[in-house]
Protein backbone atom coordinates (compact mmCIF):
# COMPACT_ATOMS: atom_id res chain seq x y z
CA UNK A 1 0.00 0.00 0.00
CA UNK A 2 1.94 3.23 -1.46
CA UNK A 3 -0.29 5.96 0.65
CA UNK A 4 -1.73 4.75 4.03
CA UNK A 5 -4.49 6.87 5.76
CA UNK A 6 -2.47 6.99 8.52
CA UNK A 7 1.28 7.07 9.70
CA UNK A 8 1.98 5.97 12.83
CA UNK A 9 5.12 7.24 14.51
CA UNK A 10 7.35 5.83 17.60
CA UNK A 11 10.73 7.25 19.20
CA UNK A 12 12.72 4.98 20.86
CA UNK A 13 15.84 4.86 23.50
CA UNK A 14 16.94 1.71 25.04
CA UNK A 15 12.79 0.96 25.55
CA UNK A 16 13.16 -3.17 25.76
CA UNK A 17 11.03 -3.62 28.37
CA UNK A 18 7.91 -0.89 27.15
CA UNK A 19 8.12 -1.63 23.15
CA UNK A 20 6.27 -5.35 23.10
CA UNK A 21 2.93 -2.91 24.89
CA UNK A 22 3.46 -1.31 21.75
CA UNK A 23 3.91 -3.85 19.03
CA UNK A 24 1.17 -6.13 20.40
CA UNK A 25 -1.78 -3.21 20.20
CA UNK A 26 -0.60 -2.19 17.08
CA UNK A 27 -0.47 -6.16 15.60
CA UNK A 28 -4.02 -6.56 17.14
CA UNK A 29 -5.71 -3.81 14.43
CA UNK A 30 -8.26 -4.76 12.25
CA UNK A 31 -7.37 -3.14 9.69
CA UNK A 32 -4.11 -2.12 7.61
CA UNK A 33 -4.25 0.83 6.36
CA UNK A 34 -1.44 2.68 8.04
CA UNK A 35 2.02 2.07 8.43
CA UNK A 36 4.10 2.66 11.24
CA UNK A 37 7.43 4.25 11.58
CA UNK A 38 10.23 3.54 14.44
CA UNK A 39 13.14 5.58 14.65
CA UNK A 40 15.64 4.37 17.53
CA UNK A 41 18.42 6.79 19.20
CA UNK A 42 20.90 4.07 18.73
CA UNK A 43 19.28 1.60 21.52
CA UNK A 44 22.36 -0.37 23.43
CA UNK A 45 19.45 -2.79 24.94
CA UNK A 46 16.96 -5.13 22.86
CA UNK A 47 15.43 -2.48 21.30
CA UNK A 48 16.56 -3.01 18.03
CA UNK A 49 15.97 -6.61 17.89
CA UNK A 50 12.50 -5.98 18.75
CA UNK A 51 12.10 -4.37 16.05
CA UNK A 52 13.85 -7.05 13.44
CA UNK A 53 11.79 -9.42 15.06
CA UNK A 54 8.33 -7.61 13.72
CA UNK A 55 9.77 -6.42 10.31
CA UNK A 56 6.85 -7.05 8.77
CA UNK A 57 4.41 -4.71 11.04
CA UNK A 58 7.55 -1.81 10.62
CA UNK A 59 7.09 -0.03 7.50
CA UNK A 60 10.46 1.94 7.92
CA UNK A 61 13.02 2.22 10.94
CA UNK A 62 16.06 3.56 11.28
CA UNK A 63 18.68 3.26 14.39
CA UNK A 64 21.49 5.99 14.77
CA UNK A 65 22.38 8.83 17.58
CA UNK A 66 19.58 11.77 17.57
CA UNK A 67 19.35 14.71 19.71
CA UNK A 68 16.33 13.32 21.44
CA UNK A 69 12.47 12.26 21.28
CA UNK A 70 11.42 15.59 19.24
CA UNK A 71 14.82 14.98 16.86
CA UNK A 72 13.55 11.45 15.88
CA UNK A 73 10.12 12.53 15.15
CA UNK A 74 11.36 15.21 12.64
CA UNK A 75 13.08 12.40 10.80
CA UNK A 76 9.92 10.33 10.59
CA UNK A 77 7.62 13.18 10.04
CA UNK A 78 10.06 13.77 6.87
CA UNK A 79 9.59 9.89 5.14
CA UNK A 80 5.91 9.87 6.45
CA UNK A 81 3.68 8.74 3.90
CA UNK A 82 -0.01 8.74 5.76
CA UNK A 83 -2.91 11.31 5.53
CA UNK A 84 -2.87 11.71 8.97
CA UNK A 85 -0.25 11.42 11.54
CA UNK A 86 -0.25 9.79 14.97
CA UNK A 87 2.61 9.74 17.79
CA UNK A 88 2.51 6.98 19.93
CA UNK A 89 5.09 6.52 22.69
CA UNK A 90 7.10 3.55 23.42
CA UNK A 91 5.40 1.53 25.89
CA UNK A 92 1.70 3.34 24.69
CA UNK A 93 -1.17 1.38 23.48
CA UNK A 94 -4.03 1.39 20.92
CA UNK A 95 -7.10 1.18 23.16
CA UNK A 96 -8.60 -1.77 21.06
CA UNK A 97 -8.17 -3.81 18.07
CA UNK A 98 -10.63 -1.78 16.37
CA UNK A 99 -9.41 1.63 17.76
CA UNK A 100 -7.90 2.49 14.10
CA UNK A 101 -10.25 1.63 11.89
CA UNK A 102 -12.73 3.24 13.51
CA UNK A 103 -10.65 6.25 13.43
CA UNK A 104 -10.04 5.92 10.22
CA UNK A 105 -13.40 6.01 9.30
CA UNK A 106 -14.26 9.12 10.92
CA UNK A 107 -11.34 11.03 9.59
CA UNK A 108 -12.75 10.36 5.83
CA UNK A 109 -16.04 11.97 7.40
CA UNK A 110 -14.29 15.10 8.51
CA UNK A 111 -14.81 18.66 6.72
CA UNK A 112 -11.77 18.83 4.38
CA UNK A 113 -10.59 21.85 6.33
CA UNK A 114 -9.94 20.14 9.90
CA UNK A 115 -6.27 19.97 10.59
CA UNK A 116 -6.22 18.28 13.86
CA UNK A 117 -8.35 16.08 15.35
CA UNK A 118 -8.43 14.21 18.53
CA UNK A 119 -9.52 11.65 20.65
CA UNK A 120 -9.43 10.73 24.81
CA UNK A 121 -6.03 8.96 25.99
CA UNK A 122 -6.15 6.83 29.23
CA UNK A 123 -3.46 6.89 31.68
CA UNK A 124 -2.20 3.72 33.24
CA UNK A 125 0.19 3.04 36.38
CA UNK A 126 3.56 2.35 35.55
CA UNK A 127 3.04 -1.70 35.54
CA UNK A 128 0.07 -0.95 33.10
CA UNK A 129 -2.70 -2.38 35.30
CA UNK A 130 -4.05 0.01 36.65
CA UNK A 131 -6.30 2.67 34.84
CA UNK A 132 -6.09 6.23 36.57
CA UNK A 133 -7.91 8.67 34.62
CA UNK A 134 -9.03 9.69 30.95
CA UNK A 135 -7.84 12.39 29.45
CA UNK A 136 -9.35 14.28 26.70
CA UNK A 137 -12.86 15.93 26.28
CA UNK A 138 -14.59 18.99 23.67
CA UNK A 139 -12.77 21.84 22.93
CA UNK A 140 -14.41 23.87 24.61
CA UNK A 141 -13.55 22.21 27.78
CA UNK A 142 -10.16 23.17 27.09
CA UNK A 143 -10.82 26.76 26.02
CA UNK A 144 -9.68 29.54 28.85
CA UNK A 145 -7.96 26.47 30.72
CA UNK A 146 -4.26 26.56 31.74
CA UNK A 147 -2.31 23.20 32.54
CA UNK A 148 1.44 23.49 34.09
CA UNK A 149 1.65 26.78 33.21
CA UNK A 150 0.69 27.17 29.40
CA UNK A 151 -2.93 27.21 27.52
CA UNK A 152 -4.39 23.40 28.03
CA UNK A 153 -3.82 21.29 25.36
CA UNK A 154 -5.61 17.64 24.05
CA UNK A 155 -3.16 14.53 25.42
CA UNK A 156 -0.59 14.28 22.73
CA UNK A 157 -1.35 10.15 22.09
CA UNK A 158 -4.82 10.95 21.16
CA UNK A 159 -4.05 13.67 18.43
CA UNK A 160 -4.38 13.02 14.77
CA UNK A 161 -2.02 15.23 12.75
CA UNK A 162 -3.15 16.36 9.09
CA UNK A 163 0.48 15.67 7.20
CA UNK A 164 -0.21 19.31 5.39
CA UNK A 165 1.31 20.40 9.01
CA UNK A 166 4.59 19.46 8.11
CA UNK A 167 5.66 19.65 4.69
CA UNK A 168 7.54 22.82 5.69
CA UNK A 169 10.62 23.15 8.05
CA UNK A 170 10.93 20.10 10.76
CA UNK A 171 7.77 20.89 12.98
CA UNK A 172 9.33 20.16 16.45
CA UNK A 173 11.59 22.83 17.78
CA UNK A 174 14.75 21.60 18.73
CA UNK A 175 15.26 24.37 21.44
CA UNK A 176 12.50 23.23 23.47
CA UNK A 177 13.93 19.76 24.47
CA UNK A 178 11.17 18.57 26.93
CA UNK A 179 8.26 20.51 25.53
CA UNK A 180 8.10 20.91 21.80
CA UNK A 181 5.30 19.58 21.19
CA UNK A 182 3.47 21.88 23.29
CA UNK A 183 4.96 24.44 21.30
CA UNK A 184 4.13 22.48 17.92
CA UNK A 185 0.48 22.60 18.55
CA UNK A 186 0.54 25.92 20.16
CA UNK A 187 1.24 27.05 17.02
CA UNK A 188 -0.79 25.18 14.92
CA UNK A 189 -4.09 25.68 17.17
CA UNK A 190 -3.92 29.69 16.26
CA UNK A 191 -4.98 28.74 12.60
CA UNK A 192 -7.23 26.12 13.59
CA UNK A 193 -9.60 24.29 15.50
CA UNK A 194 -9.44 20.97 16.05
CA UNK A 195 -12.34 17.83 16.30
CA UNK A 196 -13.15 16.01 19.29
CA UNK A 197 -13.74 12.74 18.94
CA UNK A 198 -14.97 10.46 21.91
CA UNK A 199 -13.86 7.42 21.88
CA UNK A 200 -10.51 6.17 23.37
CA UNK A 201 -7.85 6.32 21.41
CA UNK A 202 -4.19 4.77 23.31
CA UNK A 203 -3.53 4.42 27.10
CA UNK A 204 0.12 5.09 28.36
CA UNK A 205 1.85 4.48 30.99
CA UNK A 206 2.90 7.13 34.31
CA UNK A 207 6.41 7.52 34.06
CA UNK A 208 6.99 9.38 31.07
CA UNK A 209 9.26 12.92 31.80
CA UNK A 210 5.79 15.15 31.98
CA UNK A 211 4.66 12.94 34.96
CA UNK A 212 7.83 12.74 36.95
CA UNK A 213 8.43 14.92 40.02
CA UNK A 214 12.27 15.25 39.03
CA UNK A 215 11.35 16.19 35.88
CA UNK A 216 8.88 18.85 36.79
CA UNK A 217 11.69 22.12 37.33
CA UNK A 218 12.58 21.28 33.72
CA UNK A 219 9.33 20.83 32.45
CA UNK A 220 8.68 24.08 33.90
CA UNK A 221 11.50 26.04 32.07
CA UNK A 222 10.89 24.96 28.46
CA UNK A 223 7.22 25.68 29.00
CA UNK A 224 8.34 29.37 30.21
CA UNK A 225 10.74 29.76 27.25
CA UNK A 226 7.69 28.05 24.85
CA UNK A 227 5.48 31.13 26.32
CA UNK A 228 7.33 33.62 25.47
CA UNK A 229 8.19 32.55 22.19
CA UNK A 230 4.40 32.38 21.21
CA UNK A 231 4.04 35.89 22.93
CA UNK A 232 1.44 34.01 25.11
CA UNK A 233 0.68 36.34 28.17
CA UNK A 234 0.22 33.86 31.50
CA UNK A 235 -2.18 35.46 33.88
CA UNK A 236 -1.14 36.25 37.23
CA UNK A 237 -3.17 33.56 38.79
CA UNK A 238 -2.10 30.96 36.93
CA UNK A 239 1.89 31.92 37.23
CA UNK A 240 1.06 31.94 41.26
CA UNK A 241 -0.82 28.41 41.37
CA UNK A 242 2.41 27.37 39.12
CA UNK A 243 5.19 28.17 41.45
CA UNK A 244 3.15 27.04 44.20
CA UNK A 245 2.93 23.80 42.15
CA UNK A 246 6.36 23.85 41.61
CA UNK A 247 7.41 24.51 44.98
CA UNK A 248 5.08 21.37 46.12
CA UNK A 249 7.05 19.55 44.10
CA UNK A 250 10.84 20.16 45.09
CA UNK A 251 9.56 19.50 48.58
CA UNK A 252 7.57 16.33 47.84
CA UNK A 253 11.41 15.05 46.36
CA UNK A 254 13.36 15.63 50.21
CA UNK A 255 10.95 13.02 51.01
CA UNK A 256 11.61 8.93 50.25
CA UNK A 257 9.96 8.27 47.03
CA UNK A 258 7.30 6.03 48.26
CA UNK A 259 6.02 8.89 50.90
CA UNK A 260 6.34 11.56 48.41
CA UNK A 261 3.97 9.31 46.55
CA UNK A 262 1.38 8.92 48.99
CA UNK A 263 1.47 12.73 49.92
CA UNK A 264 1.07 13.96 46.38
CA UNK A 265 -2.11 11.73 45.58
CA UNK A 266 -3.25 12.50 49.02
CA UNK A 267 -3.12 16.39 47.81
CA UNK A 268 -4.71 15.34 44.52
CA UNK A 269 -7.02 13.50 46.42
CA UNK A 270 -7.89 17.12 48.59
CA UNK A 271 -7.90 18.73 44.94
CA UNK A 272 -10.79 16.66 43.94
CA UNK A 273 -8.33 14.77 41.43
CA UNK A 274 -7.86 10.66 40.93
CA UNK A 275 -4.44 9.22 42.27
CA UNK A 276 -1.80 9.16 40.04
CA UNK A 277 1.82 8.56 41.59
CA UNK A 278 0.83 5.92 44.65
CA UNK A 279 -0.62 3.45 42.91
CA UNK A 280 1.82 0.61 41.84
Known sequence: MST??????????NAADQLP?????????????????VIDGASTDNTVNLIKAHADLVSFWVSEPDLGIYDAWNKACAVAKGEWLLFLGAGDQ?????????????????DTRVRVAYGI???????????????????????GQWQIGRPALPPHGAIFH?????????????????????HFLLRVLRETTPEFFPTKISSTPIG????????????????????????????????????????????LRLLPARLSYYIGDLIR????QPSRWSVR
Do not use: M
Not at 169 to 179: C, E, K, N, V
Open 121 to 143: QTLLSADQRVELETLGGPWEDYE
Open 162 to 182: HRSLFLCAPPFDLRFPIASDS
Open 208 to 251: GVSFRFDSARSVAADIFRINRDLGIVVPLRVQLLDKLRLTTIFL
Open 21 to 37: YTIRSIREQRTDDFEWI
Open 269 to 272: WILR
Open 94 to 110: LRAPDTLDTCIRRLGDL
Open 4 to 13: PTLSIITATH
